[in-house]
Structure formats: structure tokens, C-alpha cells
């Protein structure tokens, strides 16, 4: 019994030892470990910003659509953006759809159809030679909530009455200020079949609103075109996102900085022959009836070309939509994170206001001027190497609006030594300065 104690017992105390080391170098190593506010400079004496320049302003960057063409540093995450479907009927509850499951179920579906759709992009009809079309959007959509309300003057409502649907739907619940809302009523605008918003970058906090009209009869679920009501929705949800119609409206100046050379080719096209006045092309036809396989008409299958194969989304729409995603207010609707950081490896100047869904990594001997506004999504961080800096120059750092949490927050990295044996050197730690009432906040370390 001795022997087979002995080793229980050596166990047990050893056990007890390595138990209590843990604790005492887990101890030691949060007493000495650089991290968070207790780190950072505030205006510190004999200051010159110019000492750690020059600066590479990356304005153009942060504007240009390229760069958030799905796989660009700007984009490499999947991001889903928060819907919410209203039904509206008159004050009897006749008029739309009725409140049941198979209501509910086919409303479902037709985001199912869209999230495919934007996730398995099909193929464009009309190819521009030379351009790699994607088949990832890298955007999805998730419905938080589907109500149904009787009001028979939001019913009828007409063109561009997007807030005041909005708004009547806050006021009885104000959490779906939260989601993109979308509202199926029974008006009508010039003959159309809905309208949406563009997103403001003038106002970040500006609603959104996606509105659709119910022309057909609601009570057949089984005859019902739910298919066509995805391919309205989808081109509503695209003027949500900042696309434009291809038919009367996209950028028609190859010098135009958001011009669609993947839709409209790199020069005239051969059938073109009178461009509209300051149009270097022409634009395509429209309609829902429009047959993009009859060679006598110039329809596509573009996402925004308004007929019923309207399916395709070009890389520079792809591009343009996720910009909108991190720089206009349809952004406090989407969610996501990449562990991919974007990179700052020289020294730059950000003036912009940028929802973040990745981590930012400020390479070794590099400075991040920050000028502009940060929010960051939960899971992000924004991660100084030894001998970088981040300086917050009366810009701000914050989570991003409407998230529940805060965000990861800084992380220094410790000093490293470097060399062999006598020459090993300190390498200069990473520094944040903030200066002339910038702000790093809702932040968890």
C-alpha cells in the first residue's frame, strides 16, 4: 500500500507546487505586462507631428471602390446585414399578406434566394473581355424580425414616404432602428414598383428604408411571383448599398471615379450612337419585360437592370457596395470580422470615418496618424508593434454603433531584445499618443 501511496502522494504535492508557480508567474506577468490606457501619451511636451512623418494620406484610398472589391485589403470578410420586414394592411387587416406561418416561411425564402444569390454570383450575360468576375458578394442578409401592421394611410402611402414608414414603425418599436427596414404596402410611385434610399455619408446615423408595392393577389401563396418579389427586393437592397441604375442612372464619364467598366466596357460600345449630352457611353435598356437574349436590345442581366433575369452583380458593384459598408450610414446594419488584419506598413494619414471588420496591425518602425473616425466592430483590435506608433490627433476610436459590446481595444507589443549575447539590444517600444483632445474609448483592455 506504501508503493502504491508514495507516487499518489508525490503527485498530489507536486500538483500543489506547479499550482502555486502558475499562480505566481500569472501574477508577475500581468504586474509587468505593457497594456492598455496606462500606456498611452497624452500631449506630451516638445511634441512636432512632423517628426514622424512624411505622411502618405490615404483619403483617395479609403474612397476609391477598387479597393473594397472582395479579396482587397479593405474586404476580406463576409459581412451580413440586419433586415427587418414589415407588412402593412389596412385598418380591417385586408390588403397584404396575412400573418401565418406559410407567410412567414416564404418571406424567409426570399432572403434564402438573395443570400444565395449574392453568395453564388451568376454569371454575367454580357462579359467585358478581360475582367475576373467573383461569384462572393462577401455581403449576406439575416431578418431579425417580420411584424405586420394595420394602417390604412401607411397603405396607400406614395413615392418616397421611405421615413414616415420608417418612423411609424419606430414609434411602436423603437429597437428596429437596429435593422434595415423593409415595407411591402399597397402605394404607388410613377408606375414603379417600389423605391429605396441611397446611404448618407453626410449623416452616418440616417435610417434606411427598401419599399415594395403589392399589385398581386396576396391570397394565392401558391401562384403568388415570390421570385420576382426577391429580384425587386435585391434591386432595392442594391440602391441601399449605392448602386445605381444601368439604364438611366450609373456614371456614364470613363474619367468618373466610380464609373462600372466591368459593366459598360473601356470604350463606346459598338451599338452606341448617340450618348446622352456629357456621356462618353450609352446606357443600357430597362424593363421588366426586356430580354436580354434578343440581340436587337442592349439589356443585361445586371443586379439594377430592372427586368426579371436582374441577377448579376459586377466587381466594381461589389466593390462599390462594401464601401458603402465601411464609409456611409447603411453600415450600422452589418456585422462581420476578419482575423486578417489590414496592414499599415508606412506612414500614414487616415482622415476618414471607417467602420472597421478586421483588426489593424501597424507594422515595426511605421505610424498611423489618425485624423478621422474608427468604429470597430467587437472582435477587432488594432494591434502597435514594437518601435510603431498609433497617434490619435484629435480623431476618435470607438465601437461601432448599435453593437452591444465593446471592441478588443489596443494591444502593444512588449519590447523584443535582439542580437547575440553581448550585443543584444532593447528594441524601442510601441507607443500611442493621443493629442489635441483625441479619443480611444468602449474598449475592453
Known sequence: MVKLFYPILLNTVRSRIYAIFTLFAVTLLILISPSGKAQFKTDPDNFKI??????????????????YVPGQPLNEV??????????WQYDDGSGNFQETDEVLERITTIIKWMNNRFRNNPAPSHPVEGIDYLTNSHIQFEIKDISFYRNSEMMDIGCFYGRQLNEAVFN????KRRYLNIHFTHGDCRGGSGYANYPSSGNLEADSYNVGFMKEDQND?????FWALMIHVSHEMGHNLDLRHPYNSEFCNFSHPDFLFDLFGFEKQDWCENPRPGCDICFHQGGW???RNDPETTCTNNLMGGNRGAVNITPLQMGRMNRALALKSVRKYAWGYSDVPFIVETNQKWTDNVKFYQDILIKEGNTLH???TLEMVPQASIIVEPGARLIVDGGLITNALYSDFFWHGVYMKPSEKRGFLFWRKKTPGAEVIILNGGVIENYLN
Open 78 to 87: 463576409v459581412k451580413t446585414i440586419y433586415v427587418a420586414f414589415n407588412i
Open 50 to 67: 512632423q517628426d514622424y512623418g512624411p505622411f502618405e494620406e490615404m483619403k483617395d484610398f479609403f474612397s476609391h471602390q477598387k479597393n
Open 221 to 225: 401563396l401558391e401562384t403568388y411571383p
Open 172 to 175: 411602436k418599436h423603437p429597437h
Open 289 to 291: 419585360s426586356c430580354d
Open 370 to 372: 489618425l485624423t478621422g
